[in-house]
């Protein structure tokens, strides 16, 4: 049996009073522990937004790779709009799939100049056209 005053215990073993954390030791802890959780949440939170943009201008190249590829092929742009230019791409087999957009934006073809076809997403920048 222990007895609170550090003396002997009932089997003649010496049981030392300062066996554990002091309290300034778990103040200090759970500061140092906040600081890091302080630091590193606001950077894992943008790694997803920065994930979704990376990924938006990825299948923005893919998409004016293919009409770049497809006008070679037939000298003219997919008629029609954003949708059914996509799915003439599809068709062409010069996309597997129609892409969408990781953050739930959507991607909009502006052929308006068949010298310059742009294209854009909802939710994301425009992807510049020298990429």
Not at 28 to 37: E, G, I, K, P
Not at 116 to 130: A, N, R
Request: proline share 5%; with cysteine; charged share 20%.
């Amino acid at each position: 049996m222990r007895q609170r005053n550090g003396r002997k215990a009932d089997s003649g073993v010496r049981v030392p009073l300062d066996a554990g954390f002091t309290l300034m030791e778990m103040v200090v802890a759970v500061f140092v522990v906040s600081v890091m959780t302080a630091v590193l949440t606001p950077h894992l939170l943008g790694a997803s937004e920065r994930a979704q943009a990376a990924a938006c201008e990825q299948n923005q190249r893919t998409i004016r790779a293919a009409l770049t590829e497809y006008y070679m092929l037939h000298n003219a742009y997919p008629q029609g709009d954003t949708q059914t230019q996509l799915e003439t791409l599809k068709d062409d087999k010069l996309i597997e799939s129609i892409p969408s957009d990781p953050g739930g934006g959507t991607y909009q073809i502006e052929d308006a100049d068949p010298t310059h076809v742009q294209v854009s997403c909802s939710k994301h920048l425009t992807l510049p056209t020298d990429q």
